[in-house]
């Protein structure tokens, strides 16, 4: 698969090297060149640009990606990065890291796919607390924020 | 009317002076702490700090009764966010963004948003008016259709000085509506000669006003 990640932070430089050690060519863009010392031993390609700009993602390679996905430390960076894939670019495979449970249930009932990463740990974190057995994600996505 | 404006920025206080000095309810909502004292002393009490794109930050400005919602950041990611929710959250009736990057316009059109400001466009359009045209004046832009109306003034070494309307070589869909010479305005036919310092009224469709300034042109210019 063509993948083009944005956000060179752990989880993206991580996603990447993973998805690069299986085969698939991998391209990441972050807008601070440092946080490329983060993928030592990587043989995708590394853009450096800001992630809301059209000409960064088509140096990107997006044109003809079959996934993108967004990491940013910005939530409403990854959403809106994430809608350029899908609407301009017609990207088939999308995924928003939003850290904002509301924000993330907000754009979920929107259509545009997002999985919210505080959820998913403080359900998991309590469980283990609770000496639960831990779930299926789907559970601690949809659990209620109240 | 109810407005809330989203980004405490020049833009943003700006605009919720001029509101309010129209009468309206207006509140501003800033992200930024130490931006916070200096509005709430150029503005009074309609200043609240949050996150504009935050659910909650929303509904604690009574997002739901606004009439206007105004995303002013200098972010086109949290001015998306925040109108996207506006509107479809919040049915708030109008939302208005700003673009900082003009290549997002046609994205934050297609997703919904449909009044958006591109201030580097329009900083960039009347540059390039002012450097190409010389010359061109917009008067009036008909939005349907697409058309303008423009008013050009000749200089005195014009390709077109002492020949008549009728031999101008006018790109398509131009109309020559007056000419104004001194203090008179004259309707002119195919036999009126053009003369220095005349200035032409002209109908033109936005996409040919190039053609059309090159027809008006200095001789020393291409």
Known sequence: MKIVILGCGRMGS???????????????????????????????KMVLGNGLDPDVLIRAG????????AVTNGDNRNITSVQIAKEIF????????????????AYDELGIPTLCTTVIGAGLMADYLLNKQWGDISHYCDMPLD | MYVIIAG????????TKALLAEGHEVLLIEQDRREIDRLTEDLGEVVMRGDGSEMRTMKDAGMERADVVV?????????????????????????IARVNNPKNEELFHRLGVDQTVVSTKIIFNLIEQQIETDQVIPIAALKRGNIEIVEIDLSSDSKVKGITVGMLDLPEDTLIISVIRG????????????????????????NQEVQLRQVFASNNQK
């Open chain 1, 62 to 69: 997006i044109e003809g990606a079959d996934a993108f996905v």
């Open chain 1, 90 to 105: 017609s990207v088939p495979k999308v995924l928003a890291r939003i850290y904002d449970p509301m924000r993330a249930a």
């Open chain 2, 8 to 15: 405490g920025g020049k833009v943003g206080q700006y605009l």
């Open chain 2, 183 to 206: 203090d008179h305005a004259i309707i002119p036919h195919a036999d009126t000669m053009l003369k220095s310092d005349d200035s032409v009224i002209a109908m033109v469709k936005a």
């Open chain 2, 71 to 95: 995303a002013v950041t200098g972010d086109d990611g949290d001015n998306l966010v925040i109108s996207q929710l506006a509107k479809r959250k919040f049915d708030v009736p109008r939302v």
């Open chain 1, 14 to 44: 991580i996603m990447a090297k993973r998805l690069s050690a299986v085969g698939h060519s991998v391209s990441v863009i972050d807008q601070d060149a440092d946080a490329f010392r983060r993928l030592d031993d990587f043989n995708g």
